[in-house]
Nanobody, 130 residues
């Protein structure tokens, strides 16, 4: 069974940093587009960033104004594994949400325009509070 698992969430003070990781099992992610999303209580899920297998990075319009310059994503397509990370700096209380990673087999254009993802993780809670 193919699955994604996020980790690294937790409680952090405003201004702090967290690094989320996304691990895959049953999937060879080196050719997949990878996206990071979040959903705050009472709000719709919003896209954050996505990365292509060739290293392109795209900030979704949902959140670009609130996270660009603070959130970055990286992937390391090492042999047989893909290390996926979301680095979050200068965290604010409004960043509190459940964070998800997702993987897509689609073209890059469908990833960035249509949010066309095939696999989702279960999410990890990030709480920013003093």
């Amino acid at each position: 069974q193919s699955r994604l698992v996020e980790s690294g969430g937790g409680l952090v003070q405003p201004g702090g940093s967290l690094r989320l990781s996304c691990k895959a099992s049953g999937l060879a992610l080196d050719n997949f587009g990878i996206g990071w999303f979040r959903q705050a209580p009472g709000k719709e899920r919003e896209g954050l960033l996505c990365s292509s297998s060739s290293g392109d990075i795209f900030h979704y319009g949902d959140s670009v104004d609130s996270v660009k310059g603070r959130f970055t994503t990286s992937r390391d397509n090492a042999k047989n594994t893909v290390d996926l990370q979301l680095q979050m700096n200068s965290l604010k209380p409004e960043d509190t949400a459940v964070y998800y990673c997702a993987a897509s087999r689609s073209t890059w254009s469908r990833v960035i325009v249509s949010y066309d993802f095939h696999y989702w993780g279960q999410g990890t809670q990030v709480t920013v509070s003093s």
